[in-house]
């Protein structure tokens, strides 16, 4: 028979159960990689609030996003990259050398600008080919096998468009066939309450969605974390990864601004990989997730318009960027010691 004091053990068992369970919710979330960042990014949104009254306005919040998507489409190759246990200095020039391939082959070969960003398409993922197949052939590491190819596209990019083209920029395209379709693809605006968004923060959104599901609900995923077989087609379809979302971005790159500087995007890398790594991804490899680097791309944007905002010399921008790197670097490093604890 059930006597109220053996109901009162049962109902307090399962107050403290639910308890456990809620403690267990709270310091899984807390150890997420994403964490550090995520808590930097309120900080950081915070202070511009304060300081900046412009940042407060949604057509600023748009700027922000807009600022943000076209280094979190990189971020999010990258960080999956870096979480597979590998680096790709060349990615910055990549996003240049698939704008350029795709603006100078339409106009000079007098193709309509799709068929242009097919074959940009197809030198972007070469590229991406050539950097995982070069790493794990040789077993030189990533970082100098890239960084070769970084100072290979450098020089194609500038060479080639002043051999084509007689100069360092390319002609405009805008009255090419193929221009109106294409830009609302890569580089349209649409209305939300009033306020213009660009189109490359959906894509921005989708691409962090689908590494995200990749990476956590695949076995591709597991591969990725694991580095585990097949290693070689894991890491050669990382690299080429990189290289479709460098492709993408050079794509929003040409028909957002019509001409492109051949001499663009060296340095860029850095940028990418330090959004990755502030939203939790380590240099070491089998760490970090999608939507980390979503959010360690969002705090870029955020300081890169919100010293704008606040009238502050842009020089702080690189200051800034610093202290956030050693900020991501610390607080990653406290929340993985937190969850080996745990």
């Avoid at 950097?131 to 070769?148: A, D, E, Q």
């Avoid at 990476?215 to 080429?240: D, E």
Wanted: net charge positive.
């Amino acid at each position: 028979m059930t006597t109220q004091t053996d109901l009162d053990v049962a109902s307090h068992k399962v107050v403290h159960d639910e308890r456990v369970k809620e403690r267990n919710r709270v310091q899984r979330l807390f150890i997420r990689p994403e964490m550090g960042a995520a808590i930097g990014a309120v900080a950081i949104f915070v202070f511009f609030l304060i300081v900046a009254p412009p940042f407060r306005s949604p057509e600023a919040l748009a700027t922000v996003l807009y600022a943000s998507s076209t280094i979190g489409i990189m971020a999010c190759a990258v960080a999956l990259l870096m979480i597979g246990g590998e680096f790709d200095l060349s990615s910055g020039v990549a996003v240049t050398t698939s704008s350029l391939a795709a603006s100078m082959l339409a106009y000079n070969l007098h193709l309509n600008l799709w068929a242009g960003a097919g074959l940009a398409l197809l030198v972007a993922l070469a590229v991406g080919f050539f950097n995982g197949y070069l790493v794990m052939r040789t077993k030189i590491p990533s970082f100098l096998i890239t960084l070769g190819t970084l100072l290979m596209l450098t020089g194609i990019n500038l060479a080639v468009t002043k051999l084509v083209s007689g100069q360092v920029a390319t002609p405009s395209v805008n009255d090419m066939a193929g221009w109106a379709s294409a830009q609302k693809v890569f580089s349209s605006s649409f209305t939300i309450a009033g306020v213009s968004i660009r189109i490359t923060v959906l894509w921005w959104l989708l691409f962090t969605a689908v590494a995200t599901y990749v990476l956590f609900k695949t076995r591709i995923g597991n591969w990725i974390f694991a580095v585990g077989v097949p290693v070689t087609a894991v890491k050669v379809g990382l690299f080429m990864f990189v290289g479709f979302c460098a492709w993408f971005a050079g794509m929003h790159l040409l028909f957002a601004f019509n001409t492109v500087q051949s001499g663009q995007g060296v340095g860029n890398e850095f940028i990418y990989i330090i959004a990755a790594v502030i939203g939790g991804c380590l240099l070491t490899g089998g760490y970090g997730t999608a939507i980390g680097a979503a959010i360690g791309a969002f705090i870029f944007g955020m300081v890169q318009q919100g010293i704008v905002y606040a009238g502050w010399n842009p020089d702080w921008f690189k200051f800034f960027m610093g202290v956030m790197l050693l900020f991501a670097v610390i607080a990653n490093n406290a929340f993985r010691n937190y969850a080996a604890k745990r």
